[in-house]
């Protein structure tokens, strides 16, 4: 994915969709902010935020924020919309290898019994299905990657859903898209969220497959070409 960002200074975080930022030429101004969790470490006021501007004069806020550069200089793309993005751009490129072999693909189909929906659909030509569900990871406490960043029922359901799909004999996938350039490996936050934590090593014993790819930053002048790349550990 290439994108073209500015750079701001961040003001600060709040009512969640909201940011103030100054801009370079030091007048300040609110951008929107796609990211519906807590953003833990990655909305500290003075950080370096790089943000997308939008054509469309229908919207109210045109900035975009996209990404957190911190003073250790660790790239986060906080702009969730991405993860699911950049992971249909992974599989069509085969990047996934435990995801290479399929010969349709689906967004956002309904299924489960709580009225769910799938972020990627996978069928092969045998007609086997897989089911995917794609969870953002940014938080990084102690050179720990952690998910989730807050306390997360609808990451609950999206596991009790996979959980049923694997009983039905399908295929069931949880991928972390680790989007923080310092988190090398992904736990579970107890800390945070005992019941996900439980939930997800429960999954992980009725047979859905828990995997996590990395994204790769690289940045020439404004222009980002962001895209998942490198395969990382999840320490269940």
Same mark, same amino acid.
């Given at each position: 994915? =290439? ?24 007048? =300040? ?46 790239? &986060? ?16 490129? !085969?990047? &996934?290898?435990?995801?290479?072999? +399929?010969?349709?693909?689906?967004? =956002?189909?309904?299924? !489960? ?33 952690? +998910? ?12 009790? =859903? ?18 923080? @350039? ?15 934590? @439980? ?11 828990? &995997? ?25």
């Amino acid at each position: 994915m =290439e994108i073209t960002l500015k750079k701001a200074q961040l003001i600060k975080r709040y009512k969640r969709f909201l940011a103030d930022i100054t801009l370079e030429d030091n007048s =300040e101004c609110t951008i929107h902010v796609a990211n519906t969790g807590a953003m833990s470490g990655c909305a500290e006021p003075n950080d370096i935020v790089w943000y997308s501007t939008s054509d469309n004069i229908k919207r109210k806020y045109p900035f975009s924020w996209e990404l957190t550069q911190t003073p250790k200089n660790h790239f &986060i793309c906080v702009n969730t919309i991405r993860a699911n993005q950049l992971t249909e751009q992974a599989l069509l490129k !085969g990047t &996934i290898t435990e995801l290479k072999d +399929f010969d349709t693909l689906n967004r =956002e189909v309904k299924y !489960g019994d709580e009225n769910s929906k799938i972020d990627f659909h996978l069928t092969d030509n045998s007609g086997r299905e897989t089911f995917i569900e794609v969870k953002s990871v940014t938080l990084l406490e102690a050179n720990q990657g952690y +998910f989730p960043d807050a306390v997360t029922l609808r990451g609950q359901k999206h596991l009790r =859903e996979l959980i049923a799909v694997a009983a039905q004999g399908h295929r069931a996938v949880l991928l972390f898209a680790v989007l923080h @350039s310092g988190i090398n490996e992904v736990k579970p936050a107890e800390h945070i969220d005992l019941k996900y934590s @439980s939930l997800l090593r429960e999954a992980n014993r009725q047979g859905v497959e828990i &995997i996590a790819y990395k994204a790769k930053f690289k940045k020439e002048q404004d222009k980002f070409n962001i895209f998942l790349a490198d395969k990382v550990p999840v320490i269940l």
